[in-house]
Structure formats: C-alpha cells, structure tokens
C-alpha cells in the first residue's frame, strides 16, 4: 500500500488550510462581520471617518480587505499604513509616502502638502481619499489629535477624506481622552468585532476545510469542541491550533482528527 506522504494529500486538500493566504471571496462571513462593514462602507460612501475596535485575532484584517474591495478604484483612492510609535512629523511622512505627497522638512509643511494631496485625488482626479490606519492602538495621543487637522478643509465645510482607525480594545480608550474629543466625534460609527462563539465554530472550521480543497471535514464533533475550548473563538489560534493539528494527525496515521490531536496541537504551540 503506497504510503500518504503529506497531510495535504491525506486530508484531500489542494492547498495549505488554516493560513492567511485566503482571497477576500473566500472569507468566512456572519453577521457581526456583515454589520461591521456595512457600516464601515456606509461611512466611507458619506465620505466621512470611523473606527474599527476590536480583540487581537477576531478578523479586523479581513473586515479592511474586503471594505477596500468594495471600494471601486474608480472612485477612490485607498492608502493603507500600519501604523507604529511615530511622531507626529514621521507619521506625516509615512502618510505622505503612500498618498503620493511631495516630501517636506517640517510638520506644518507636510500638513499642508497632504492637504493639497488629498483636495488634488478628490477635485482634479475624481477620486475620494480613504486613509486606513492599521493597529491604531498604538498610535501616540498627540499623532492622532492630527486627524482633526488633517480631515479639516475650508473651515471644515468640506468632507474630502474618509479615515478609518483600525486596533485592539486600548484603541477605545485612548478615543475617550479628554484631549481627543474632537477627534472621537468626528468618527461616524465605531464598529466591533467579537470573539466567535462555539456554534460558530463549526460552520468556521468546515468552510475552511472547504476552501483548501478538502469534500470532508476531517475533524470529528469533540475535535470542533476542543478547538473551540482551547482556541475560546479567537480566529487567529484556532487557525494555528486546527493546522497544527492536521500535520499531527498525519504523523499518526490518522484520518479523523478527535481531541487529543487537538490537546497534543496546543502543548506544541504555547503554554
């Protein structure tokens, strides 16, 4: 009898599952997805800002792929930045360099340059400005008062550039300073994302074995709940947790996955 050489091939998969490397048709959806970014898209469309707040490892990156999937190139003009501890020149700079404006010395210079960036893409070229700050959380209380400064134009009686702020929970809070008001209330919706809940799941790890290719989910009912009880919904471990799984399996010559792959998978990848 030939020997199965990998999991791939013993799984019935055409591709690695459980990865990143997923197109945005083939997302898993449910509705606190849909909500989070119908809201985003209505905010965008009235080309004003909004916030994306949620837990590490619920899909905030999926929700922000398929928002600027929907975003015709026709009609806007996206510009991503993950964001890290900058100042507030360095963070102009960074936004400067993927909006295309021309580099300057000094703060106010880069403003203004942004500015003219922006009021160019949407008056010249016909293009709506999208600016999408990635782990926003870290950003510096002073960095981001300079949204308000930025999203201002002609004595703020226009809206030319849509912001979304995308973190963790501390993005919340730091929304909330006293020092930020300004900043908050120009956001015109605050969307979240929650951890999934175990009948979720299911449906989860079966769309994904899908997508990779599999016409079976390989895990039985207590392999579903222990990656549910490891993983407690966080999309991000249970994709590691169910991968891991999957090789172990293979390495015992099993077919089915039960929960002690599960329990082995976790001793494997943290404490």
Known sequence: ???ITDFISRFGFHTTPFTCEITVPQHFVN????EALQHLYRAVDKRMSAALIAPAGTGKTTVLRT???RLPETRYHVHYIKVTDLSKRDMCQEIAAVAGAEPAGNYPSLVRRLQDRFSASFDIDGLRPVLLLDEAHDIRPEVLGILRILTNFDMDSRLVVSVVLSGQSPLAKLLSHPRLEDVARRLAHYATLRLFSRGEIKPYIEHRCHIAG????PFDSAAIDALYEIGRGNLRATDHLALKS????????CDVLDSNHIVQAKRMLWN
């Open 1 to 3: 009898m030939k020997k």
């Open 31 to 34: 509705e606190t997805y849909s």
């Open 67 to 69: 928002l600027v999937s």
């Open 214 to 217: 599999a016409s079976s989910c």
């Open 246 to 253: 999957l090789e172990i399996a293979h390495d015992g010559d």
